[in-house]
């Protein structure tokens, strides 16, 4: 079936879907479960297809760890679904309740978005992940993995859409995988028909799906954030946040990657950080580099996303200049200030123009399962519609719904009869 | 000074925005109205050459009308700007409140979004409004007006700017005027610098911007709305609505276009609506035709916005093709059932994928006013960010700020410490 196809298909079927009750859903998310065990074999089958074909073409050892699966893997996979089984159900909130008369009430309530774009690499969690996700929150999707786990995705696949079938007509249409590189291309065009897309993967292909489509895009290319050491650090905290923001998980968007240190306290601070990043390349500018041994970082470092161990310090003179620092250089990912002294943190908190900002606390924080959304979208940097981590909150939208009693807008016009506007829920 | 660098200028000065606070916000309005009415005289007399030349250029009289200012308009204006002075201040409301540990404390706080670019069309109180809630939203904005306005805007400008330069140095380089069809262009490229467009106007000119840049739109194109007369209607309140939905205000996005109208009830409802319509020029389907005598509907006027008083008019045999004709058909903005049968509305709000879905009240409803959000920064017929009437809150995005005693991920992935999500407030 052609692209253009899948997704006129997903448009209708959303119509539906946001119409199946809650136990519906939830019963075709625990019927995936029990599907993806019963097929466990014939699912490491396939991955092993994949593997096979991955060792030949001699991939690199990292991406053949992500796109492996075994039984325990499996397990966890089926267990996550039964996590989002369990959360509440995103849709029919009411996010507002206001009488706009006596005998005419508005209120605002959470609805899917309606048909979702997925693209993402390598790990098959993903597929199984985001497919419970769009089926909670009653969207529809187009779901496109990585070529090396065709034939993975496509076991996993087959799973959940017999889960889908078994559970509701409703459903049928509502999730399309797409396999090949040309239809990633026909899907960025289907801006009437996909509502959000989103990508999952290197920068390299968030930044390609950003640049070709009209398409909204949730998600994040870079992540280039901070730690500031202002000059009222506690210095044993200050190497603590520091150490865990870059090493805890180097490989990660919300680790560290530059260090910024107030040029007050880099005469006492600087000198322990060799031995607390013993395992770190680090990189400073010309002043860091009077303190301590290290390579010589250039503009280019403060651009740079590492996801490494290497981090690029400087020096700033100022609370301010650290702040435009992060403002000019960063990705508006996510950003901390070590102090003992409050008013400094306000004037960062506020100052920094970040999706997360925070106050003697690691970088690493900014997470759906640590924030306590019990899943995770994905983390936006961009500021419209989610920013940073993104729940299940990040696949609804809401429409008004008014109910009257035969009202008309020329009573209201004529001065005949005045809006209330009673708010009962904000 | 160029447009790209009016941007750069706009998203340096949005850092600064985004801290101060809203008693100097509400100044700076304050101070708008003062100064627009100090100056009523240049704008008037500015207003004044705009309108000579536009008779000159035998420019239509409805945008003649739109175009022109005296002192009653412009105190109205004036007045407006009260009206956003004393809204409630949409920055630094905490939509979320959860402690994930004892000493690590999770908030969510409404921000401004950063820059706005608006582009919209002959209205000069457009521009004084949309700067008024830039302002108020802690935003940084590039308005570009009508260039047939082009001497009022730069008049009411001049005031506005005025204003915000005697309240407070950080609103520098905040608010811009963007004056050619070039920088249109120029802005629609600038998808790096500005967060969000605003397109107010035409079909055309929403069109034109959401086919030709990647920055989010925040917008509708057309307004097809819709009025279902289900078989259970009372046939009294199905004629009040139709005829305030279609002839209250028909040049406006949400008057009615297509009546839709069940086959049970249509003997009875359609022969009386030729009399309440008088006005109104009618199409309808075959089988419409058999009970009233009126113009052939086509597809093409099931997909047609007359913003006249123009209407088609189609029979349906169930509720479920009504639903179906109005997600097919519509444009997602605002639609209506008249029915007396409350399962049959349920189904109805529930099924039809529109902004505003009403029950028993006239489409005219769906305004920002009316909904009580004291002012309307427009009506938004994407599923993305904001969506019906968009009052304030469609200018605002959030961050999320965490205050911590020195936590480290290390300690929650060790197990040494666990998360204990205590939400306080969602």
């Excluded at 090396?148 to 509502?174: K, M, Y």
């Excluded at 949730?218 to 050491?229: E, L, P």
């Excluded at 250039?298 to 403002?327: C, F, G, K, M, P």
């Amino acid at each position: 079936m052609e692209t253009r196809e899948k997704a006129r298909l997903a448009r209708q079927a959303s119509f539906q879907l946001a119409t199946i009750p809650a136990a519906i859903r939830n019963e075709a998310i625990g019927k995936m479960a029990a599907l993806l065990k019963a097929h466990t074999n014939d699912i490491l089958a396939a991955n092993e297809t994949d593997m096979a074909a991955a060792r030949q073409e001699g991939i690199s050892d990292v991406l053949i760890k992500r796109l492996g699966l075994n039984e325990q893997k499996l397990d966890d996979i089926i267990a996550s679904l039964n996590d989002v089984q369990r959360l509440p159900d995103p849709l029919g909130k009411k996010s507002l309740v206001r009488e706009l008369d006596d005998d005419l009430l508005l209120e605002r309530i959470s609805t899917p978005i309606g048909v979702i774009g997925i693209i993402f690499e390598s790990r098959p969690d993903a597929l199984v992940q985001i497919s419970s996700l769009c089926v909670k929150s009653g969207n529809a999707a187009i779901l496109k993995g990585g070529s090396e786990a065709l034939h993975t995705n496509r076991a996993l696949f087959a799973c959940i859409s017999q889960a889908l079938a078994d559970t509701d007509p409703r459903f049928a249409g509502s999730l399309h995988m797409a396999e090949t590189r040309e239809d990633i291309a026909a899907l960025l065009a289907l801006d009437s028909d996909i509502d959000l897309m989103i990508p999952r993967g290197s920068n390299e292909l968030v930044q390609h799906i950003q640049n070709n489509t009209k398409i909204p895009v949730m998600g994040h290319a870079d992540g280039i954030c901070h730690v500031y050491i202002d000059k009222d650090a506690d210095l044993e905290m200050a190497l603590r946040i520091t150490r865990d923001a870059k090493c805890q998980y180097p490989a990660v968007c919300n680790a560290v990657e530059t260090l910024l240190v107030h040029a007050d306290i880099a005469a006492r601070f600087l000198p322990a950080l060799p031995q607390t990043l013993a395992d770190v390349a680090l990189r400073g500018c010309a002043r860091t580099q009077q303190h301590i041994a290290c390579e010589a970082a250039t503009e280019e470092d403060w651009r740079t996303e590492y996801n490494d161990l290497v981090l690029a310090i400087r020096i700033v003179d100022s609370l301010d200049d650290a702040i435009a620092h992060i403002n000019t250089f960063g990705s508006h990912h996510t950003d901390s200030i070590v102090t003992s002294d409050s008013a400094a943190a306000e004037r960062f908190l506020a100052g920094v123009d970040s999706s997360s900002v925070m106050w003697n606390a690691s970088t690493r924080f900014a997470d759906g399962f640590r924030y306590g959304f019990g899943a995770e979208v994905g983390i936006s940097t961009h500021r419209i519609h989610a920013r940073g981590p993104v729940g299940l909150e990040g696949l609804v939208t809401y429409k008004y719904r008014i109910v009257g009693s035969g009202n008309i807008v020329a009573d209201y016009a004529s001065g005949a009869r005045a809006f209330t506007h009673k708010t009962r829920k904000e």
